[in-house]
């Protein structure tokens, strides 16, 4: 079982940043492939960054890249998501999430439905015009 808990989230305006963190539970993190992902009120839950075991690869949604940096620290058992000239458009809750199947990647877990196995319970995220 692996546990999952986000921190970070707040209120900024716009053109502002905020830095995302998610603490996994268990010994075997740096096995894990790890990711981002946001549910804007009334939307669906979306991608937003992804990290491979190592921390060497990474993936982003269109909509974020430039601006958001996904990073880990094995050592800590933790996984980062540094956010930069935040839009409204940016308000959401935002989720962490790992996936543990050995065959786990960043590129899969960017690909839309990517069944992720464990969840965090989410940090909102409000940017103000």
């Known amino acids: 079982q692996v546990q999952l808990v986000e921190s970070g989230g707040g209120l900024v305006q716009a053109g502002g940043s905020l830095r995302l963190s998610c603490a996994a539970s268990?010994?075997?993190?740096?096995?894990?492939?790890m990711g981002w992902f946001r549910q804007a009120p009334g939307q669906e839950r979306e991608f937003v960054a992804a990290?491979?075991?190592?921390?060497?690869?990474?993936y982003y949604a269109d909509s974020v890249k430039g601006r958001f940096t996904i990073s880990r620290d094995n050592a800590k058992n933790t996984v980062a998501l540094q956010m930069n000239s935040l839009k409204p458009e940016d308000t959401a809750v935002y989720y962490c999430?790992?996936?543990?199947?050995?065959?786990?990647?960043?590129?899969?877990?960017?690909?839309?439905?990517?069944?992720?196995?464990?969840w965090g319970k989410g940090t909102l995220v409000t940017i103000s015009s």
């Open positions: 990290v491979s075991r190592s921390g060497a690869i990474t």
């Open positions: 999430a790992a996936a543990t199947h050995p065959r786990a990647t960043a590129q899969a877990i960017s690909i839309r439905g990517y069944a992720m196995d464990y």
């Open positions: 268990g010994r075997t993190f740096s096995s894990y492939a």
